[in-house]
């Protein structure tokens, strides 16, 4: 059994990095925060990203995110306000880049952000995606070894599932504040606002409308 177990593991934390690499919302507000406001908030909208990952994990370990599988209603609800969410978050970037360079408004986007306010931002922008809780309800259990006690490995899994997500993120938000004073050329920060805008808007119109 302890090698079965030694086996899941290590296929699952293989899996996990995959799913890690792909890029989402959550990719594009870290990054998006590490520029602008530097590497602590960069790191703050990741820890609130992680918590919720493991708020997925964990849901989908007691079979709470099973609701969304099962009601449709209920997963059109949180597809609709998680669509709201990006759309908003989208279009105050677009906001804030055509404010960039005006000497009489500063944008909000290069002032201080609190780090509560970091990672608010990015537990709401990864827990408002309903396709999170569908994939962690059909993810996590695959790794489970026949015969093994499924909540304990489904719990260990959340765990694992937000370390790993932290542990890709934390090198990419080090290298965003390495390169942020190159990046914080007017110029540049208004292109970049601009893309990431575009991008939130672009992927809450895609979840609005899907099926």
Not at 81 to 100: E, P
Not at 163 to 183: Q, T
Not at 196 to 211: F, I, M, P
Request: positive net charge.
């Amino acid at each position: 059994m302890l090698p079965l177990m030694l086996t899941s593991v290590v296929a699952f934390l293989g899996a996990a990095f995959l799913i890690a690499m792909v890029p989402g919302p959550s990719t594009v507000v870290i990054l998006r925060r590490a520029v602008v406001n530097g590497r602590r908030t960069g790191m703050a909208t990741v820890l609130g990203n992680e918590c919720g990952v493991l708020l997925w994990g964990l849901a989908a370990a007691f079979g709470l995110s099973a609701l969304l599988l099962a009601s449709q209603v209920a997963y059109d609800l949180i597809r609709i306000a998680g669509a709201a969410v990006l759309v908003w978050m989208g279009a105050r970037a677009l906001w804030q880049a055509r404010r960039i360079g005006r000497p009489e408004e500063e944008p909000e986007g290069t002032t201080a952000v609190s780090l509560r306010r970091a990672f608010s931002q990015g537990l709401v922008t990864n827990f408002a995606n309903p396709k999170a809780g569908v994939f962690a309800v059909s993810f996590l259990p695959q790794f489970v070894p026949q015969g093994a006690p499924v909540l304990p490995f489904l719990l260990a899994f959340a765990a694992l599932w937000a370390l790993v997500d932290l542990i890709w993120y934390m090198p990419l938000v080090w290298l965003a504040g390495r390169v942020g004073g190159v990046l914080r050329r007017e110029a540049v920060r208004r292109r970049m606002e601009q893309v990431a805008g575009a991008v939130l808007v672009g992927l809450g119109v895609r979840l609005a409308t899907e099926s």
